[in-house]
Nanobody
Framework: QVQVVESGGGLVQAGGSLRLSCTVS????????MGWFRQAPGKEREFVAH????????YYGDSVKGRFTISRANAENTVHLQMNSLKPEDTAVYYC??????????????????WGQGTQVTVSS
């Protein structure tokens, strides 16, 4: 059974940094492309970042470009999201997602196969 587990959320002041981590387990030998989404209260789920299965290609949502960095760790199917220069509008539940079947083309939520439970990020002004 595939499991997606996020960690690293918390409370930080505006201008600060946080690093989120995500590990996908249950598919040994399969390297998954992985992404991060976020959802603030009353808003739709928003694409944040994506990294290809081999780590060579990364993509970002417009609102986080230049501030967030997604990377793959040495461990299989573990990714990090380094978030710098955080703003109050970055406050949301952040979800990690994995693609095992098919490919991601438009970075929409329905392209991802497995999801984590989410981790809260709160940025105070």
């Amino acid at each position: 059974q595939v499991q997606v587990v996020e960690s690293g959320g918390g409370l930080v002041q505006a201008g600060g940094s946080l690093r989120l981590s995500c590990t996908v387990s249950g598919r040994p030998g399969v390297r998954a492309a992985m992404g991060w989404f976020r959802q603030a209260p009353g808003k739709e789920r928003e694409f944040v970042a994506h990294v290809s299965w081999d780590g060579r290609n990364t993509y970002y949502g417009d609102s986080v470009k230049g501030r967030f960095t997604i990377s793959r760790a040495n461990a299989e199917n573990t990714v990090h999201l380094q978030m710098n220069s955080l703003k109050p509008e970055d406050t949301a539940v952040y979800y990690c997602a994995a693609v095992v079947f098919g490919a991601v083309r438009q970075f929409t939520a329905n392209e991802y196969d497995y999801w984590g439970q989410g981790t809260q990020v709160t940025v105070s002004s």
